[in-house]
């Protein structure tokens, strides 16, 4: 299986300010997702990462608020714009390569809003 | 996505075995999943199992699947302190995967 490494693995943020979530893959891998994980709570995807084009945004959530990018099969970059305090939360990436066993996650970014 | 549901909390005596248990509704899901998270981790894939398939043990692990009433469960054999955490159920539908809310397992002495 892919190994993904996430980074920041946690910050502490300005309400109105943005971070920039990175995520890098140690191989290419066909999808790429962006997953929240609130306090206490399951995870809830976010969207999918699009090599080459636009990403696909699940529902309740924007491009103008998550813009992601995916320039290649083994980066990509979440960016929580214009942070509120609800934004706290935890921003998992995960990829999915060949088969079953192909979704791996990365360790998680902890963002705080204050 | 499809709706996932699992209990929330089991407690557990260390050496007895563990059993979390899910229920979905996408009867299209290709393979089912158990993840692992521990505290400030992310998630680490357990086992999964091929919808077409009734039961898959591996190691301390054995995952058994009934399609029909849609209900999915773990079994951890033996469980030790290293077990506690939170393990989520999740399928798959088109390419991605729904998750349950989770259920914390707690291992008691």
């Known amino acids: 299986s892919a190994v993904i490494s996430q980074k920041p693995s946690r910050d502490i943020c300005q309400r109105g300010t943005s971070l920039t979530i990175q995520c890098q893959v140690d191989?290419?891998?066909?999808?790429m997702f962006w997953y929240r994980q609130q306090p206490g709570q399951s995870l809830t995807l976010i969207a999918t990462a699009n090599q080459g084009s636009e990403a696909t945004y699940e529902s309740g959530f924007v491009i103008d608020k998550f813009p992601i990018s995916r320039p290649n099969l083994t980066f990509s970059t979440l960016t929580v714009s214009n942070l509120s305090p609800e934004d706290s939360s935890i921003y998992l990436c995960s990829a999915a390569g060949q088969g079953a066993k192909g979704y791996t996650f990365g360790s998680g970014t902890r963002l705080t809003v204050v | 996505g499809e709706d996932v549901e699992q209990s929330l909390f089991l407690s557990v005596r260390e050496g007895d075995s563990s059993v979390i248990n899910c229920t979905y509704t996408d009867s299209s899901s290709t393979y089912l999943y158990w993840y692992k998270q521990e505290p400030g981790a992310g998630l680490q894939l357990l086992t999964y199992?091929?919808?077409?398939?009734d039961m898959k043990q591996d190691q301390r692990l054995t995952v058994l699947l009934n399609k029909k009433d849609k209900h999915l469960s773990l079994r951890i054999a033996d469980t030790q302190t290293g077990d506690s955490a939170i393990y989520f159920c999740?399928?798959?539908?088109?390419?991605?995967?729904?998750f349950g809310a989770g259920t914390t397992v707690t291992v008691r002495a």
């Open positions: 999740a399928e798959s539908s088109d390419y991605k995967l729904s």
């Open positions: 191989s290419q891998v066909t999808m």
């Open positions: 199992i091929f919808s077409n398939m």
